[in-house]
């Protein structure tokens, strides 16, 4: 029987590796998005900083291992199966949701996934016990559950968000005032005395707090108990003259000497605090295992009271996870996605928006501009004037190649971002508290954003609607982790050690499936609608960056359209929605396209606008051949999905007819765009009325099967009709666009032809 626990303890230490990946995937986003948002220093040196930041953390966690241990659940009153079907639950739950997360971009919090699953896991079992056991009812269940240590935790957790953005908030105005956004001009003594506050807060939250994980620790405790005052005055002091010193004699940039610090900082206090998330089950397990093996008793009949104890964790143990946390950070690829999202909605900058507007952010933005609008009447104007010119930001100009260069925020915002995350997770831990990491930098870095003002009238209301996307997706995290986890248990219960390998099976599928499909999209982002915003300056380098493009559209849309007719005259819904979901990705990209003029042309000079006013025809032509074939395909999808009539013979058989010519078409177009060959365009528009009659006979002949009362199905007719109307502005559009290529050519073939 042993046999199978140890097989348990290698599939929990695989487990611990992945969740070590998908973890620190998540959670990159929480001490990089500083340094990287800024840009003040190279990507090579930001891993270089938090690399060394996470192996020193990771020694430093040793004493928050003990929330696995018996932070959640009273140890004493699960025997040793029990605690192995509970830890192993755990672990399967947190992979699979926080890879969930990972692959839509968003962060979400390890800790609360980690406490979720551990108490739904631990309520599953306790009621299990209690349902086996006449002498106990449902009230018992405190008995099992920690449950005041629990209520502890996720109260905390749940303030941090308060807490952090509000302290984000109050401090970046406060810096802001002192520092405007011309930082670089203020007197040295007051950027030394920034730093020196800055540093210390670090150095002491941090440095100091890390000891208390070390062994050496106890080698030092008497030089720090009963001595905080003295150390903070002392730190502030000797760091104060030392920034004075670096801005005078070696003319050093000190805040960008704060990020880099703080970039560390953060990291340390990240895995100090985190690692519990990715390997404290595993290493509890292990724990038990030891434990139990000693005894020589019964799996059912060990009671984990050991549990209870403190047990320094491995050294090496830390080490391997620390270079496992290091390596994911340096090769994974999702975790630039989810940084992407963090810096996305603190950026200072006209940023593409990545979520939609909702109720409650147009609400929250409202309610906003009517407390502005209160303040402009209490505060005297020339306070606000004053106050107004702290926060305007001054116009940059680039060079044209470096326009899209510009830091997401300044040095001040990326100081003030890990100051406040450095300090309060640090408070946290060192209470022993999980504090969530991603909940308060996230946090902080959004009040920064904005006491910042960069959530302008322009970007506000998309960016509130992103932070309240987060927030929901970590109470949904916290809902999805205590129910997956329970569920899981118990199926565990159910069936035993075949299961568990199922489980198992099923986990490592779902995360192989989830990579290779996170590849495929990633692959995909490059195809279809791509442009080259600083290099499309003249008319002929828009035609021709533009051209693979078009023929690339042409072939989805002829495709699609074919997909529509053929899925549509078998009455196929699965097949519909699958070519409604391209469809919908097509519009997309044409969309962001569009939303995106406004930046292209700025990043033109004097001589390129007539190139700009191309390139706003050609997207307002895949504009609309993108909405024609949307109708087509969603209005068909409808149709079927709503359980209506098909198609009778005669309509099949007259898109089937319009399909086929339609598909010579575009084919004849995509080979134009594909070869340039911009000289047959005469021979494709000459074909333009022949299609566009053959769509007018398939209405006249719906027509005399409506008088002739052939068909009595008005959705059929109301369905036919609308994709005939489509089929004939998709050929339009198409064909504007041709005849705009053509005229584009001969005005390029004139204006090189030799005088």
């Known amino acids: 029987m042993g046999d199978v626990y140890i097989l348990m303890l290698v599939a929990l230490g695989l487990l611990a590796v992945m969740d070590l990946i998908v973890g620190v995937s998540n959670d990159a986003v929480n001490f990089l998005n500083s340094a990287i948002g800024s840009k003040v220093i190279s990507m090579r040196n930001i891993m270089i900083i938090a690399s060394l930041g996470i192996f020193v953390g990771a020694i430093t966690s040793n004493g928050m291992m003990e929330v696995a241990r018996k932070g959640i659940f009273v140890p004493e009153y699960f025997y040793f199966n029990e605690i192995m079907y509970i830890f192993m639950a755990v672990m399967i739950t947190d992979i699979i949701l926080l890879d969930t997360f990972n692959s839509f971009g968003m962060p979400t919090s390890t800790t609360v996934s980690i406490v979720f699953e551990l108490l739904g896991a631990a309520v599953a079992m306790a009621f299990i016990k209690i349902s086996a056991n006449d002498s106990e009812t449902i009230a018992d269940i405190w008995k099992y559950i920690n449950h005041e240590k629990a209520l502890l935790i996720i109260f905390g957790i749940l303030l941090s968000v308060i807490v ?106 990240f895995a100090g605090n985190d690692l519990v998330n990715f390997i404290g089950v595993p290493i509890a397990a292990l724990n038990s295992y030891e434990a139990w093996h000693a005894s020589g008793e019964a799996a059912n009949q060990f009671s984990m009271g050991i549990l209870g104890n403190k047990v320094p964790s491995s050294t090496m143990l830390l080490l391997l996870a620390g270079g496992i946390m290091v390596l994911t950070l340096w090769f994974s690829k999702k975790a630039r996605t989810v940084i992407e999202t963090g810096i996305n909605l603190s950026s200072q900058n006209e940023e593409k928006e990545k979520f939609e507007p909702n109720i409650m952010s147009r609400f929250i933005v409202r309610l906003g501009m009517g407390v502005n609008t209160l303040l402009t009447k209490i505060v005297p104007t020339r306070t606000m004037n004053w106050i107004g010119k702290r926060f305007e930001v001054p116009s940059i100009s680039l060079p044209l190649e470096k326009t899209y260069d510009l830091p997401a925020f300044d040095l001040v915002r990326a100081s003030v971002n890990l100051i406040v995350a450095a300090v309060l997770i640090s408070i946290g831990t060192s209470f022993k508290l999980p504090l969530s990491t991603t909940y308060v930098t996230f946090m902080v870095a959004m009040g920064t954003s904005l006491a910042d003002r960069a959530w302008g009238r322009e970007s506000a209301v998309y960016r509130i609607a992103g932070v309240l996307n987060i927030i929901g997706g970590w109470f949904f995290t916290a809902f999805s982790a205590f129910i997956g986890s329970a569920l899981i248990l118990y199926l565990m219960h159910l069936g035993g050690a075949v299961v568990v390998a199922i489980l198992l099976l099923l986990a490592f599928l779902l995360i192989a499936r989830s990579y290779i499909k996170y590849a495929k999209d990633e692959k995909n982002k490059k195809l279809v609608i791509k442009r080259k915003r600083a290099e499309l300056l003249t008319i002929g380098e828009v035609i021709e960056e533009s ?136 021979n494709v528009i000459s074909e333009k009325q022949k299609l566009f009659d053959h769509v007018s006979d398939s209405i006249d002949r719906q027509v005399q099967r409506i008088r002739g009362k052939e068909d009595s199905s008005k959705k059929n007719t109301i369905l036919y009709f609308g994709i005939l109307v489509e089929t004939k502005d998709l050929i339009a559009a198409i064909m504007d666009l041709l005849e705009m290529y053509q005229e584009f050519d001969l005005q390029l073939k004139k204006t090189t032809l030799p005088q």
Request: glycine share 4%; net charge positive; aromatic share 10%.
């Open 164 to 269: 952090a953005f509000s302290v984000g908030a109050i401090v970046q105005w406060i810096s802001r005032l002192i520092f405007s956004f011309d930082f670089a001009k203020k007197p040295s003594y007051v950027t030394a005395l920034f730093g020196g506050f800055a540093i210390t807060a670090i150095t002491y939250f941090i440095i100091i707090k890390g000891l208390k994980g070390t062994p050496f620790y106890k080698d030092v405790k008497y030089l720090i108990i009963g001595n905080s005052v003295q150390i903070i005055a002392i730190s502030f002091v000797t760091w104060t003259l030392i920034s004075q010193l670096l801005i005078s004699f070696f003319k050093m940039n000190i805040l960008k000497l704060i990020v880099g610090i703080g970039t560390f900082s953060i990291a340390l206090a």
């Open 547 to 682: 051209s693979d493009h078009i023929s690339k559209v042409v072939k989805q849309v002829n495709k699609l359209y074919s997909n529509v007719v053929k899925d549509l005259s078998n009455h196929d819904l699965d097949k519909l929605k699958k070519t409604n979901k391209h469809v919908n990705k097509l519009n997309k990209e044409v969309s962001q396209l569009k939303e995106e003029v406004f930046d292209f042309i700025k990043s033109l000079d004097d001589s390129s606008v007539e190139a700009s006013r191309v390139y706003i025809l050609i997207l307002g032509h895949l504009q609309d051949i993108s909405q024609s074939i949307r109708y087509i395909s969603k209005s068909s999808y409808s149709h079927v999905n709503n359980n209506h009539k098909n198609l009778k013979k005669g309509q099949i058989e007259d898109l089937s007819l319009i399909d086929k010519d339609l598909d010579i078409l575009l084919a004849d177009i995509e080979d134009i765009f594909k070869n340039r060959a911009f000289h047959s365009i005469n």
